[in-house]
């Protein structure tokens, strides 16, 4: 690994100071899961470290009536095991549980995550489908981005030198939301998703309300399919249109070839598993 | 000119408080094994799949090999040394010796470390959550089954 300069400031000010002060030359470090890897291999080169360690109060979890903010310092298992978060929102625990092995979701925290812009990642796709929002503070000030407008590109997002994503903000699901997450893993469970689904629909009586459709692993970054969502909304769920509307993610994916399959066969699985995903969020069997 | 930064890095390694002075890349494993001479955490795919380098950190099990020994900065660190009472094994050695939960043996460092975490949060564990929980530590000589009668023994002899 190359060298650089580890700054362990304490409190929220000072890193950000750092940050704006190093700039492009600077990377906030959380667990460090993914950062470590990258600088190993040389994929990154920063010349400062911020580490957040000592930051006081980025690692909270609390629950408002409306609202549930994660600080960006929760460990992915602190989400899965939280039960202020499974008494608001279940289905982000289930999905937690779904990354890599115990000890990686140890270290790795829900900010890191999130800024990584790994697009195979499961969080990012389930705060899609939650409409969740991240908070990026700077010297500058303060503004609150949706998750769906977090990425641009591999590894890229909206987060500028100086920036510091601080937390997510989830808001309360209707009563009436049913979700799901289908991770499909061909290898081992521990792996990244060769293309993962997540769901979530609010039932009005037979109709489909404020439809949701996320997914991992199949394009640069995590993807809202639109057009399946609004092929779905208003209408009332059965089989037959579940299956029609599946078929539309195809044209919304944008998969690479790699070991986990050619981009055709991960296109085919993102219908599959979008139907999968679906059939299950509702209630259907095919 | 190449200049390394150095950091003094203050530890409690199994109740010992240790300190070395060293690079500010060094990573965990790297820093218990070349640093403290703790050569008992082993390092095989240095990319945090395997679960070789497991060590707790604060109690928890981390990936050694992908934590910066900076970040473990005036933490408590147990290690498979740890483990043992003395000349006596900690029940879960003696439990894997009995089952035959290794065969070469380089990953059962990280495997009755890992075992240790799940049984201390969990003292009687059903296979599934010891499969879930252990899912991350592999085994190359594929002793998986003796591996999970050794954590099942072990959880029978602590009580």
């Given amino acids: 690994m190359h060298d650089f300069q580890f700054h362990t400031p304490s409190s929220l000010e000072e890193a950000l100071t750092l940050l704006e002060e190093y700039g492009e030359d600077a990377r906030p470090m959380a667990g460090g899961t993914a950062l470590v890897v990258l600088m190993k291999q040389s994929l990154v080169s920063a010349g400062h470290l911020v580490s957040l360690a000592r930051v006081p109060g980025l690692d909270a979890i609390q629950a408002e009536d409306h609202e549930l903010?994660?600080?960006?310092?929760?460990?992915?298992?602190?989400?899965?095991?939280?039960?202020?978060?499974?008494?608001?929102?279940?289905?982000?625990?289930?999905?937690?549980?779904?990354?890599?092995?115990?000890?990686?979701?140890?270290?790795?925290?829900?900010?890191?995550?999130?800024?990584?812009?790994?697009?195979?990642?499961?969080?990012?796709?389930a705060y899609m489908v939650l409409d969740a929002r991240v908070r990026l503070v700077s010297r500058a000030g303060e503004r609150v981005v949706p998750v769906r407008e977090l990425f641009t590109d591999y590894y890229e997002t909206v987060i500028q030198p100086g920036e510091l994503l601080t937390e997510v903000i989830v808001p309360r699901p209707a009563p009436t939301a049913m979700f799901a997450y289908l991770k499909f893993l061909p290898r081992t469970?521990?792996?990244?998703?060769?293309?993962?689904?997540?769901?979530?629909?609010?039932?009005?009586?037979?109709?489909?309300?404020?439809?949701?459709?996320?997914?991992?692993?199949?394009?640069?970054?995590?993807?809202?399919?639109?057009?399946?969502?609004?092929?779905?909304e208003g209408q009332p769920a059965t089989p037959a249109l579940v299956r029609d509307a599946a078929e539309q993610v195809a044209d919304q994916v944008d998969p690479l070839d790699d070991f986990r399959g050619s981009a055709a066969y991960k296109r085919d699985m993102a219908v599959v598993f979008t139907r999968r995903a679906l059939m299950r969020v509702l209630g259907l069997s095919s | 000119m190449v200049t390394t930064t150095l950091h003094t890095v203050r530890v409690t390694v199994n109740g010992v408080p240790r300190e070395a002075t060293v690079p500010v890349y060094r990573t965990l494993v790297d820093f218990l094994?070349?640093?403290?001479?703790?050569?008992?955490?082993?390092?095989?795919?240095?990319?945090?799949?395997?679960?070789?380098?497991?060590?707790?950190?604060?109690?928890?099990?981390?990936?050694?090999?992908?934590?910066?020994?900076?970040?473990?900065?005036?933490?408590?660190?147990?290690?498979?040394?740890?483990?043992?009472?003395?000349?006596?094994?900690?029940?879960?050695q003696q439990a894997f010796i009995e089952c035959g939960g290794f065969q070469c043996g380089i990953c059962t460092p990280g495997q009755i470390v890992a075992a240790k975490a799940l049984l201390d949060a969990n003292p009687h564990p059903t296979d599934d959550e010891i499969k879930e929980w252990m899912m991350g530590n592999l085994c190359r000589c594929t002793g998986y089954y003796q591996i999970l009668d050794a954590i099942k023994r072990a959880a029978e002899v602590r009580g």
């Avoid at chain 1, 039960?83 to 140890?106: E, H, M, S, W």
């Avoid at chain 1, 199949?218 to 609004?230: D, F, K, L, Y």
């Avoid at chain 2, 095989?44 to 900065?73: E, M």
């Fill in chain 2, 33 to 92: 094994r070349y640093d403290l001479g703790l050569t008992g955490t082993k390092e095989a795919c240095s990319v945090g799949v395997c679960g070789a380098c497991t060590v707790l950190l604060n109690g928890r099990p981390v990936a050694s090999c992908i934590t910066l020994a900076v970040q473990a900065d005036g933490a408590e660190i147990t290690t498979i040394e740890g483990l043992a009472d003395g000349e006596r094994l900690h029940p879960l």
């Fill in chain 1, 189 to 232: 469970e521990d792996d990244y998703a060769t293309v993962a689904v997540a769901a979530k629909v609010e039932r009005d009586g037979a109709i489909c309300r404020n439809v949701r459709v996320a997914l991992a692993a199949a394009g640069p970054t995590p993807i809202r399919a639109t057009a399946v969502e609004q092929a779905l």
């Fill in chain 1, 69 to 125: 903010h994660i600080g960006a310092l929760v460990r992915h298992r602190d989400v899965e095991t939280s039960p202020l978060v499974r008494g608001f929102a279940p289905f982000l625990c289930d999905v937690y549980r779904q990354v890599a092995t115990v000890r990686i979701r140890n270290m790795a925290t829900v900010g890191g995550g999130l800024a990584h812009a790994d697009p195979a990642q499961d969080p990012p796709p």
